[in-house]
């Protein structure tokens, strides 16, 4: 699906991801971890085609250079949900998430357009909270707007679309957090990829299908969640100690730090 080889980023001379390989394919679903600072959220720009790298560094989406996609067309086949959305926005919850909808309509939404926006609140939880004004909403509840509108963004017949997100589940509570990431599994079960910027590593484990551990712009470890969560690899990457050990219930790896 996405394939980039050596990724180069520098920002104001800064050196912010160094000879990053990475390769996901099609209906995987990849967890991006690693401490604050360690360059996810980057990786993931330059992946989204919004911040550029060394022009000879080429990202091959779906083996086409990523640059090359003419952006009303990769519209439809790659949707982001960023980590910081904006939290003043002076319309309705319904009006936020058919902004989602924008690659498809000139003037005015049609009925195809209606229906893939109330089908996103519908999975997000906020159908209720359609003709809310925004700006009224908590932390939580605007969280999943911006997640309904990306999820409106990809209701189309593209095969294999590709989503980011960019720490999703912050102010989430426990419930959300889980139906985000059941919702996202959903997606990857139908061919499609989700490349996702996480911090709680049992999330990570428990649903991502590979792992991309992060440290000072560079890739630690990558591999299935028990490759990657192993105590030595986690206690250098967060400078923490960690336990490893099975969930007594799903036998599944279990990451209790301090
Ligand atoms: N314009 C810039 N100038 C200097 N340094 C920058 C610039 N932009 C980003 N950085 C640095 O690059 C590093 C990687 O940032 P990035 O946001 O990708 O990290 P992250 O792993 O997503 O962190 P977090 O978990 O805190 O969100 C950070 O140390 C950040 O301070």
């Known amino acids: 699906m996405i394939k980039g080889y050596q990724i180069n980023y520098q920002n104001q001379n800064v050196s912010i991801l160094k ?85 498809y309509f000139h003037s005015q939404p049609n009925s195809e357009d209606f229906k893939c926006a109330e089908n996103a609140m519908t999975d997000t939880d906020i159908i209720h909270l359609q003709n809310r004004d925004y700006n009224s909403l908590s932390g939580g509840e605007k969280q999943r707007v ?32 889980y139906k985000t990431l059941e919702l996202i599994k959903k997606l990857t079960q139908k061919k499609n990829t989700t490349i996702v910027v996480l911090h709680d590593l049992n999330l990570a484990a428990h649903f991502a299908d590979k792992i991309l551990l992060m440290e000072s712009g560079k890739v630690l470890s990558y591999g299935s969640p028990e490759e990657v969560f192993t105590q030595e690899m986690i206690s250098k990457a967060y400078q923490f100690p960690c336990t490893i050990c099975k969930h007594p219930v799903n036998q599944e790896t279990m990451i209790l730090f301090g």
Request: glycine content about 6%; hydrophobic content about 40%; charged content about 25%.
């Open 19 to 103: 000879g990053i390989d990475v390769e996901v394919g099609y209906g995987e679903f990849l967890a991006i971890v690693g401490p604050n600072g360690a360059g996810k959220s980057s990786l993931l720009n330059v992946l989204a085609n919004e911040i550029k790298t060394d022009k000879k560094q080429h990202i091959l989406f779906k083996d086409k250079i990523l640059t090359d996609w003419k952006l009303e067309v990769l519209s439809k086949h790659k949707a982001k949900f960023s980590q910081h959305n904006s939290q003043d926005i002076p319309l309705l919850v319904k009006d936020v998430v058919m902004m989602g909808r924008y690659p």
């Open 146 to 177: 911006h997640l309904a509108r990306v999820l409106a963004q990809l209701d189309n017949d593209v095969t294999h679309r590709l989503l980011f997100l960019d720490e999703p589940l912050n102010n989430l509570d426990v419930k959300h957090q």
